[in-house]
Structure formats: structure tokens, C-alpha cells
């Protein structure tokens, strides 16, 4: 088991994308368990600069949380998210999956092509399977990658909403009933409504 955890570190290590045991096991020679060896890393690397965890159904090392700072750079670059994206990623994160017309009806207002193309092309939402439904719409679902970016093993360990509106991110006004607009009609969708995604979920 021991030489198992070595081939395993030393995977996890060259490969800057998560890991599935899957693909472990396909790598490591015949007979090789890499899901006990993944729980054996695990505990060895508790408490160390390092951490071994688990993003959706695979695995990756990342710095611990409280040395991220050693990480930071002097230039950063800052991407902005509409009110509009950040709602429509919520959304989506929370209903999973999720179509547009229910996105829709959830938030009141149309979503734009753009929106749903900003969050596909930052890869943090992708197309999920259609529905057994008149017209079999596509679904959206949050990636391996939106998990990745905000330390969640899967979206069960998202904030409840509560904590959204405290911190902003999730208008507490009605629905606008009666009234059909697009996120271009909505002011909130505009730059002045726009947020850094660093800060997204964070309490």
C-alpha cells in the first residue's frame, strides 16, 4: 500500500486537472487499490502545507486554505460578473439541473444568450442532459471547475441562500409580475450590479 500512495502522490502531483479513481486505476498496474490508497494519502497529508481533496468524484492536491495568501500575486486579474450572471449561476448551482425557461421563472426575467455563454465559456456551467419533456430542453449543471474554484467537494456544500442575500449577491426584491424583460432590460445586469467571481459564495 505503501508504494500505491507513492504512485498515487506522484499522479496527483504532475496533473494540474482532478483525478477519478478510475483514472488512477487505469494508470496504476493491475490489482492496485487507489481509492484506499487515496484515504491513506488523505490522512497523511493532514495538516501539512499541502491538502488532498476531493473535488465532485475526483481528487486533487491543493495548498492549504490557510497558507493561500503565500500564493497570491502582486497582479491580479479581476473578471466581473454581472448581477444577472451571478443570479443565473446561482440558480443553476441550487437547482441542478436546471433548464432555462425554469431559470426564467425562478428569477423573473428572461436570460439573455450572453449570460449563459459567460458562464459556459469561464466553464463553470455546462450542458446536462435534455429533459424527457415536450421540446426535450437542455439543462445546465455547475462543472467540476466551479467546484474546484470555491473548495466545494460537490454542490450540497454551497451557502444557503440566507447567506447569499446577507452578502448581497441575491436581490431580495419580488419578482416583477406581469412584466416580461430580458437581463439587457434589467439595470441590475449592467456593470454597477457586477461582482468580483472571487468573492461569489463567500459568507
Not at 490489482?31 to 502545507?49: F, N, Q, S, T
Not at 441562500?161 to 436581490?171: M, S
Amino acid at each position: 500500500m505503501g508504494e500505491q500512495e507513492r504512485m498515487v502522490e506522484a499522479i496527483l502531483f504532475a496533473t494540474a486537472e482532478p483525478v477519478t479513481v478510475r483514472e488512477l486505476e487505469s494508470r496504476m498496474p493491475h490489482g492496485c487499490d487507489p481509492a484506499e490508497a487515496l484515504a491513506h494519502l488523505r490522512k497523511r497529508y493532514e495538516g501539512r502545507g499541502v491538502h488532498l481533496v476531493r473535488v465532485g468524484d475526483a481528487w486533487a492536491m491543493r495548498t492549504a486554505p490557510d497558507l493561500g495568501f503565500l500564493m497570491s500575486r502582486e497582479t491580479v486579474e479581476t473578471r466581473k460578473l454581472s448581477r444577472a450572471a451571478i443570479e443565473t449561476l446561482a440558480i443553476i448551482a441550487y437547482h441542478q439541473p436546471v433548464t432555462r425557461a425554469e431559470i426564467e421563472e425562478i428569477r423573473g426575467v428572461s436570460v439573455s444568450r450572453g449570460t449563459v455563454d459567460q458562464l459556459i465559456e469561464m466553464e463553470w456551467i455546462r450542458f446536462g442532459r435534455r429533459r424527457m419533456t415536450p421540446g426535450r430542453p437542455v439543462t445546465f449543471v455547475v462543472t467540476e471547475g466551479f467546484l474546484d474554484h470555491f473548495g466545494l467537494e460537490n454542490a450540497r456544500d454551497l451557502p444557503g441562500l440566507a447567506e447569499l442575500r446577507a452578502a448581497g449577491l441575491l436581490d431580495n426584491r419580488p419578482s416583477p409580475l406581469g412584466t416580461s424583460h430580458s437581463d439587457e432590460d434589467d439595470p441590475d445586469a449592467e456593470e454597477a450590479g457586477s461582482a468580483d467571481q472571487s468573492e461569489l459564495f463567500e459568507d
